[in-house]
T-cell receptor, first 110, second 114 residues
Framework: KNEVEQSPQNLTAQEGEFITINCSYS?????LHWLQQHPGGGIVSLFM???GKKKHGRLIATINIQEKHSSLHITASHPRDSAVYIC????????????FGAGTILRVKS | DTEVTQTPKHLVMGMTNKKSLKCEQH?????MYWYKQKAKKPPELMFV???????INESVPSRFSPECPNSSLLNLHLHALQPEDSALYLC?????????????FGSGTRLTVV
């Protein structure tokens, strides 16, 4: 079992749809990161969360520390949102290194 | 400047070659990282430098040799690589090794070993 589980693995949406990607983890963490990677490209850090909720443009990230769960929401999705979205956690139990989920491949069709 | 710059973007090298990857940031970050990413897989940590000293080596083969000449620059020297070392090599930085307030990743070097 991976320490960081993401769902779904693949997601296809129609332009304009509301999208949710989920991330669950199994240990106490100091921070959770949502990252975006376009095909063949580098990684862009979207959010770092340790509690509550953050919003940036059409992206919203939430975290529930008690339930060890985070969600990334994309409102009014657009084809340019097509990318791999990766959840990563940082925990003393992992030597304070980032532990990555397997990623969610998102495709938004026009 | 809020970027991590990696050069070159693409590199093809033979198994007997010696080459270097370069990573640069001017954000005053004191922790810098090398990751290796194979296709359709998450990044794997290779090395961490904190205050220009090697802090973590994730049992990486000696054909990969990191170097941090100053607080802005991180190199990865490559020698006698194998075809299975072909991957995207990502550099990242953070203010401190604690990772707060977040990481900045470079766009990567796509390495092909022939």
């Amino acid at each position: 079992k991976n320490e960081v589980e993401q769902s779904p693995q693949n997601l296809t949406a129609q332009e304009g749809e509301f999208i949710t990607i989920n991330c669950s983890y199994s240990v106490g963490i100091s921070a959770l990161h949502w990252l975006q990677q376009h095909p063949g490209g580098g990684i862009v850090s979207l959010f770092m969360l340790s509690s509550g909720k953050k919003k940036h443009g059409r992206l919203i990230a939430t975290i529930n520390i008690q339930e060890k769960h985070s969600s990334l929401h994309i409102t009014a999705s657009h084809p340019r949102d097509s990318a791999v979205y990766i959840c990563a956690v940082r925990s003393e139990e992992y030597g304070n290194k980032l532990v990555f989920g397997a990623g969610t491949i998102l495709r938004v069709k026009s | 400047d809020t970027e991590v710059t990696q050069t070159p973007k693409h590199l093809v090298m033979g198994m007997t070659n010696k080459k270097s990857l370069k990573c640069e940031q001017h954000m005053g970050h004191r922790a810098m990282y090398w990751y290796k990413q194979k296709a359709k897989k998450p990044p794997e940590l290779m090395f961490v430098y904190s205050y220009e000293k090697l802090s973590i080596n994730e049992s990486v083969p000696s054909r990969f040799s990191p170097e941090c000449p100053n607080s802005s620059l991180l190199n990865l020297h490559l020698h006698a690589l194998q075809p299975e070392d072909s991957a995207l090599y990502l550099c990242a930085s953070s203010l401190f090794q604690t990772g707060t307030p977040g990481y900045t990743f470079g766009s990567g070097t796509r390495l092909t070993v022939v």
